[in-house]
């Protein structure tokens, strides 16, 4: 009897260990990503070639105690390497674990492969070769908790490689997972098994194999244990023409069938290459078609299907839709089923609304993902006049008082807008406390920002508010859930404001008052637009006609460009980035501004302003609330340095010259008596610069205008609902 363990991903030990009691093995033992088994040579082959689950079979030559770098060597130099291989052949090391002496696996490798040379070398033989890629014998070396444990990989490349697969999709689900998650979901092997998700065909042609009582690894071309002294080829060969024999036998009397489709012909035609390197062809009736389209062959069965998940698979938001869609229609057409579903997100099976009988744990590669089993109950004529008479309402029930009032406020805004000249504004700002986020409208595009939830609300509570959030609002806005863009805002650092999001990049040109505007709605969390400035903008550009303005902070330069359009006699455009400095320089292209008179300049702007020798008539500035960016020499904070700021603007102002400041801080308070000592007039323009969408949150920002004397502002810009004077 040979000592052995099987290794396989993590989850797999409770379902690796009874398959290995069903392919003959002893003393089975389960561990961490594997198990411990005892089994004949006839054993292991045919665990080798039968099992559906391990990623590799070792035999154990060696497990001791290991605390020092000579130890590990003398622990591999006591195997008897040439009694297990001959020197003409190569040999290579998977060495796994660290800790200890071990700081990086390439130096244990290192100390087991030199033990191996020696040990030939001083049997009087010349020393095998090493081959990384393609070795003849692949010794596995495994270092946990000062334990050593040596032993040969018997099985060669990784299990999980049937030989069927030439190519996959996007998100290949491995074999082993595949077979794994029928075996999880108790499949019978006599019931029919549809995937309406089927890529490239993983699952259904694993359950096919194990139908026809195909051994998984028939097609594989090379096995670990071909060089091995011990290997006996004849008791190989039989094990092999047994399984063959087997493969043919059941093919004949498999009366299942397997039906699977995709919505990408790609795939579909993928799928049929890969059933036919398998040999299970026909046995398989694939499709292209919509998941939701997919009807039940039988009146009882097993779907089981990996749907799309993660945000490099699709929008969220679309993603959700067709989840809710999908559990509809399960429930609509598919009662007296079984239903096994992988997805790393539990927000989208959330979104399907079924109860789960079983919530398992799966790793698709390092990816924790959630196994639910569902039985639908069976659709008598009773259940389906319900199912008929309620078919799409729980899509109305969900977040009812949100999706209202979505739609109250576009019923309000759309008209105000249109006459404003817009087509960018805030829909919802957190307007029901229980759904906690922004809701943005640009064209016909929606962007979501989730503001970051009470400490009180547990996250789970949250988590599905916003899946409710999600699924009702393409409904309630008539808005497409692929125009739907969910971002979730975090407190911005330094230069991390300037990093890109992941995605396809979706780009828009806006319509404010006139000017036009580059609009990124994917690739950062900002936009290139700051809603709630608008009404700034529009001061800007009244007051700019005939005057040298300066804009600082200037993010993607949208004020610059109300100043451009307003008859500055120059514009100068400043901010640390140059990725919105060339951003700035688009918009004024976008408008037609061209010409030395309007400036671009990239620096930190507190030194800049330092150094500043020019002077200006008008200055438009809205700093960060706080900003430590290795890029600025010092740490800025609004509130304690916004007296000694302005101050410094005020020495680059000409005769008569204003200054616009505004910031974002909420419970900012302007230092008046330090600001009119120095002979600066101070005027609060809060309630006046707060646009009509964002009347729910009138601290959204501060707007204050300085200038060295009293004429009020109402004298050269018209206000919301005022004629100008």
């Not at 004397?709 to 018209?718: E, G, L």
Request: overall charge neutral; proline content about 4%; hydrophobic content about 40%.
């Amino acid at each position: 009897m040979l000592n052995c363990f099987a290794a396989a991903p993590k989850g797999f030990e409770y379902t690796l260990a009874q398959e290995m009691l069903a392919l003959g093995a002893t003393d089975v033992k389960e561990s961490q990503a594997g198990v411990y088994f005892s089994a004949s040579l006839e054993q292991v082959y045919r665990i080798v070639l039968w099992s559906r689950l391990a990623s590799r079979v070792l035999v154990l030559l060696q497990q001791t105690g290991c605390e020092t770098a000579e130890q590990l060597y003398a622990a591999a130099y006591a195997i008897d390497w040439p009694s297990h291989f001959s020197n003409r052949h190569t040999f290579s090391i998977d060495f796994h674990g660290m800790g200890g002496f071990i700081n990086n696996t390439q130096f244990g490798a290192l100390k087991v492969k030199d033990a191996v040379a020696d040990r030939f070398r001083n049997a009087g033989l010349n020393r095998p070769d090493v081959e990384r890629h393609q070795a003849d014998i692949r010794i596995d070396a495994h270092y946990r908790n000062n334990q050593i444990t040596i032993a040969l990989n018997v099985s060669g490349p990784a299990l999980h490689q049937r030989g069927y697969r030439q190519q996959t999709g996007e998100a290949p689900l491995k074999e082993n997972l595949a077979a794994n998650m029928l075996m999880r979901a108790q499949w019978d092997k006599q019931t029919p098994v549809v995937d309406p998700f089927c890529g490239s065909g993983t699952l259904l042609i694993e359950s096919a194999m194990m139908a026809a009582d195909m051994a998984p690894g028939l097609q594989r071309q090379r096995f670990g244990f071909e060089a091995w002294q011990q290997h006996d080829e004849a008791l190989w060969q039989q094990v092999l023409d047994e399984a063959h024999a087997r493969a043919a036998l059941g093919k004949r009397r498999c009366e299942v069938r397997f039906y699977g489709s995709d919505i990408d012909s790609r795939m579909v035609a993928l799928a049929k290459r890969n059933a036919q390197n398998a040999g299970v062809a026909e046995l398989l009736e694939l499709n292209v078609a919509n998941a939701v389209d997919v009807a039940p062959p039988a009146a009882q069965g097993l779907l089981i299907a990996n749907p799309p998940y993660g945000e490099r698979l699709g929008n969220v938001t679309s993603l959700l839709q067709l989840y809710f869609q999908f559990g509809e229609h399960l429930k609509q057409a598919f009662g007296g089923w079984q239903v096994a579903l992988l997805c790393s997100e539990p927000e989208l099976l959330s979104a399907l609304k079924l109860k789960a009988d079983k919530q398992l744990k799966m790793y698709n590669g390092a990816l924790e993902c959630a196994f639910n089993l569902y039985t639908l109950h069976v659709k008598t004529p009773q259940r389906a006049a319900v199912l008929a008479q309620h078919s799409g309402e729980a899509l109305s029930d969900i977040a009812a008082s949100f999706a209202n009032r979505i739609k109250k406020n576009l019923k309000q805004l759309e008209k105000w807008a249109k006459k404003e000249g817009i087509d960018c504004y805030r829909l919802y700002d957190a307007d029901i406390p229980e759904y906690n986020v922004a809701v943005d409208k640009y064209q016909d595009y929606l962007v979501i920002q989730e503001y970051a939830a009470p400490a009180s609300i547990p996250e789970a509570v949250s988590k599905r508010r916003l899946t409710d959030i999600l699924l009702s609002l393409p409904g309630a806005a008539g808005i497409p859930a692929d125009n739907i863009i969910l971002k979730t805002r975090e407190r911005q650092k330094g230069s991390n404001q300037y990093q890109k999001m992941d995605g396809e990049r979706l780009e828009l040109i806006g319509n404010e008052y006139g000017a036009r505007f580059k609009l990124n709605l994917t690739d950062y969390l900002d936009t290139g637009l700051f809603l709630d400035h608008r009404l700034i903008r529009k001061l800007v550009g009244s007051k700019a006609k005939n005057r040298d303005v300066l804009n600082l902070f200037a993010y993607t330069g949208t004020a610059s460009v109300h100043a451009g359009l307003g008859g500055a006699k120059s514009v100068t455009t400043v901010d640390m980035s140059n990725t919105y400095l060339g951003w700035a320089k688009d918009n004024f292209t976008l408008n037609g501004l061209t010409g030395r008179q309007y400036r671009f300049e990239q620096g930190d702007c507190l030194q800049w302003i330092r150094d500043c020798r020019q002077k200006y008539d008008l200055i438009f500035i809205d700093p960060p609330t706080f900003s430590n960016s290795k890029r600025m020499e010092d740490s800025f904070d609004v509130q304690r340095d916004h007296v000694q700021l302005l101050l410094s603007l005020s020495r680059l102002l000409n005769p008569g010259g204003e200054i616009v400041f505004s910031n974002n801080k909420r419970k900012f308070k302007m230092d008046m008596d330090a600001l009119q000592a120095a002979g600066l007039c101070v005027e609060n323009l809060d309630e006046r610069m707060l646009p009509q969408d964002f009347r729910r949150n009138p601290h959204i920002h501060n707007t204050w205008l300085l200038h060295s004397n009293a004429a009020p502002v109402s004298q050269d810009f018209a206000w919301p609902g005022q004629a100008k004077q």
